[in-house]
């Protein structure tokens, strides 16, 4: 499909790098916050012309871009978005303003750097989205690694060097094996147009190794048990901005990676080591909700609450059908907005008592009614409360696992519960009970100002609206889905 607007896709991916320039020409640290705040907001609202001329009834690539690059080699830039990718580029889009705004009401410290790296990651994850040429994927891929390491190596907590290096070196090394099952693709087929490579079948060797390249590269991003140790030291030692975006975003490309990537180009390796990883994917749900239970600092319980809430992400996807891999790509969703306001809700606690432990709060419904009216509707989102966002595609998933797995869907649908408890425990010793520490009484703890309730309030929004007309975002997914599913070879694998 044509775009009426040459390049849209180029101009939603480098808008941010516009900001960028002019936050290194300017000096004053209220103007730079002030544009980046502009720069994500115009970016998200021209994002949503891809929704707005969107065409419900083309399967395959919509907007494509294709330019030569260098020739020589092959590498073209080539860029397109389907039903697959759609929704996560409005997300970034949308979640990147939300982290912005929440930073210029509490980062204080090196403004213009922060800014910067804000803007070049953005830039960098929605190529990741974008990208249909394996070389320019891999550097949006890669590139997205630099910024989120100096964000956390620099605004982080006490630990933050330590979690910054961990996240750096697991992603690199993963991404490493990647780069040689890519090289290794080329030389046997020629080309490194992912739309290509759909119609090439690779055999022999290639077909297994290049699928566990690619496959250990994406499952140390999502990240799948037992590749997820480098996840919860990321997530608590983050500024609370970087925590939002590595939950709402980066962990997607992981999740993303497998449905663009891994499957299309290796379909019966894909299909044959699906159960294996369903299996690490149940184990990844019910691991990460019995670890959350025990935890006591309320961020590291949501970290590990994302470890298992991904798990299901995967289990959709590798059920290889309509309802497992539509209800996969819906969650992405639903994970990135409702974990994403998991952790703004611990940020805004945070910034106001500066500890995150549960045992410090209890009875804030009495002191800070409003902060905790929108936690609850938070927690119940991610717990997967039906007419809210995280029903519908945990509800998709586990159907589309039934009909390939029943005992694996059975064993993901207890991690629901466990969910439901943790998520719960966390919510009463943090809100409800007496109020006996005198640092949580009312005239002491100010509750949410107007500016912080509209970083919530778009959030919720998109919890109902989700929830009760899911077909708004299913009717953009399934063509695209269909397509990747109907893959001869999927079929044929999975049907024996």
């Known amino acids: 499909m044509a775009s009426s607007i040459p390049y849209l896709l180029s101009i939603i991916t480098f808008l941010p ?16 916050k002030t544009i980046a705040l502009v720069t994500t907001v115009v970016t998200f609202l021209v994002s949503l012309l891809l929704w707005l001329r969107w065409d419900n009834t083309v399967a395959g690539m919509q907007f494509l871009e294709d330019v030569v690059w260098f020739p020589e080699i092959g590498i073209r830039y080539t860029m397109g978005v389907d039903g697959i990718s759609l929704f996560l580029v409005l997300l970034t889009t949308f979640l990147m303003p939300i982290a912005i705004y929440f930073s210029n009401l509490y980062v204080h410290e090196q403004v213009g750097a922060y800014m910067v790296l804000m803007l070049i990651l953005e830039t960098a994850m929605v190529g990741t989205f974008l990208a249909l040429d394996l070389v320019l994927f891999f550097v949006f891929f890669e590139f997205s690694l630099i910024p989120m390491y100096l964000l956390i190596g620099r605004w982080g907590s006490a630990n933050r060097v330590y979690a910054a290096l961990k996240f750096f070196l697991y992603t690199f090394a993963g991404s490493t094996l990647m780069l040689v099952a890519i090289l290794a693709v080329y030389f046997t087929t020629g080309t490194f147009n992912v739309l290509e490579l759909q119609s090439i079948p690779i055999v022999g060797a290639l077909q297994t190794w290049g699928f566990l390249a690619f496959a ?11 590749f997820h140790t480098w996840l919860p030291d990321a997530h608590v030692q983050a500024p609370t901005a970087g925590s939002i975006i590595l939950a709402g975003v980066l962990l997607k490309m992981g999740t993303y990676g497998y449905l663009r990537f891994a499957i299309p180009i290796f379909p019966e390796a894909a299909a044959r080591f699906g159960p294996w990883i369903a299996a690490l994917a149940v184990i990844g749900i019910l691991y990460g909700a019995l670890v959350a239970l025990v935890q006591k600092d309320f961020k590291s319980l949501v970290a590990y609450s994302s470890v298992a809430h991904l798990g299901y992400v995967m289990l959709g996807v590798v059920a290889l059908n309509l309802q497992g891999v539509s209800g996969a790509v819906l969650q992405m969703v639903n994970h990135g907005l409702s974990t994403g306001a998991l952790f ?37 989102s991610s717990a997967g409360l039906p007419g809210l966002n995280g029903f519908i595609g945990e509800f998709t998933i586990l159907l589309g696992m039934y009909l390939r797995s029943p005992v694996f869907a059975i064993l993901a649908a207890l991690g629901v519960i466990l969910a439901a408890w943790y998520l719960l425990v966390a919510f009463r010793k943090v809100a409800q009970g007496p109020l006996t520490n005198p640092a949580n009484e009312a005239s002491r703890l100010r509750d949410l100002r107007a500016g912080e309730m509209a970083m919530l309030v778009p959030l919720v929004l998109l919890f109902f609206l989700i929830g009760l007309f899911p077909n708004l975002f299913l009717e953009k997914i ?12 999927i079929v044929m694998k999975v049907e024996r």
């Not at 790098?17 to 290194?24: D, E, W």
């Not at 250990?216 to 037992?226: E, N, Q, R, S």
């Not at 432990?357 to 929108?374: Q, R, V």
């Not at 399934?478 to 070879?489: D, F, I, M, R, T």
Request: glycine residues 6%; negative net charge.
């Open 17 to 32: 790098l516009l900001g960028v320039l002019a936050l290194v020409l300017i000096k004053d640290d209220d103007s730079r």
């Open 216 to 226: 250990l590269a994406f499952a140390i991003k999502v990240p799948i048990f037992p």
């Open 344 to 380: 703004l809700m611990v940020g805004l606690l945070y910034e106001r008592r500066h500890t995150r432990l549960l045992d410090d709060f209890g009875g804030l419904w009495k002191s800070i009614p409003l902060y905790s009216s929108f936690l609850l509707v938070v927690i119940m």
């Open 478 to 489: 399934n063509p695209s889905v269909e397509l990747l599913v109907e893959n001869p070879a």
